[in-house]
């Protein structure tokens, strides 16, 4: 299992790549310095789709490895249980981006729970995990 420990390492650059740039759509969007297009949408549904795909290898990860029972606590259940809140963020703002009317309402509605996602998502990557 540890080429898929080296999956879901590396994978993680891919969110963050696409969180910063559905972030800085959203943000543009949300300040009127553009209108919320398919370009947006797409970016939008590219982020919870990497979201989705992450946790999905987390998840294989924690079951076959029995993680849960580890002896760091921040790998057994914080680790998992703020990332299942992170997918849920940006899972919200997705929908409610698409249900707002207004081009700057959907950019602001993405912009504030994809970036609240992309705080939880950092805040709860161990410290061993970071390449300092």
């Given at each position: 299992m540890?080429?898929?420990?080296?999956?879901?390492?590396?994978?993680?650059?891919?969110?963050?790549l696409?969180?910063?740039?559905?972030?800085?759509?959203?943000?543009?969007?949300?300040?009127?310095?553009?209108?919320?297009?398919?370009?947006?949408?797409?970016?939008?549904?590219?982020?919870?789709?990497?979201?989705?795909?992450?946790?999905?290898?987390?998840?294989?990860?924690?079951?076959?490895?029995?993680?849960?029972?580890?002896?760091?606590?921040?790998?057994?259940?914080?680790?998992?249980?703020?990332?299942?809140?992170?997918?849920?963020?940006?899972?919200?703002?997705?929908?409610?981006?698409?249900?707002?009317?207004?081009?700057?309402?959907?950019?602001?509605?993405?912009?504030?729970?994809?970036?609240?996602?992309?705080?939880?998502?950092?805040?709860?990557?161990?410290?061993?995990?970071?390449?300092?």
């Open positions: 540890d080429w898929l420990i080296e999956v879901h390492s590396v994978f993680r650059w891919v969110v963050l696409v969180a910063l740039a559905a972030i800085t759509l959203a943000v543009l969007s949300a300040l009127g310095r553009r209108e919320w297009d398919a370009v947006n949408d797409r970016t939008a549904f590219f982020f919870t789709l990497a979201m989705d795909l992450q946790l999905l290898i987390g998840v294989i990860l924690w079951v076959v490895e029995g993680r849960w029972s580890s002896s760091k606590t921040a790998l057994s259940w914080l680790h998992p249980l703020a990332m299942i809140a992170a997918v849920g963020l940006a899972h919200v703002g997705r929908v409610r981006s698409d249900r707002a009317t207004a081009s700057a309402d959907r950019g602001r509605q993405a912009a504030i729970f994809f970036a609240a996602s992309l705080v939880v998502v950092i805040i709860a990557i161990p410290l061993y995990a970071w390449p300092l």
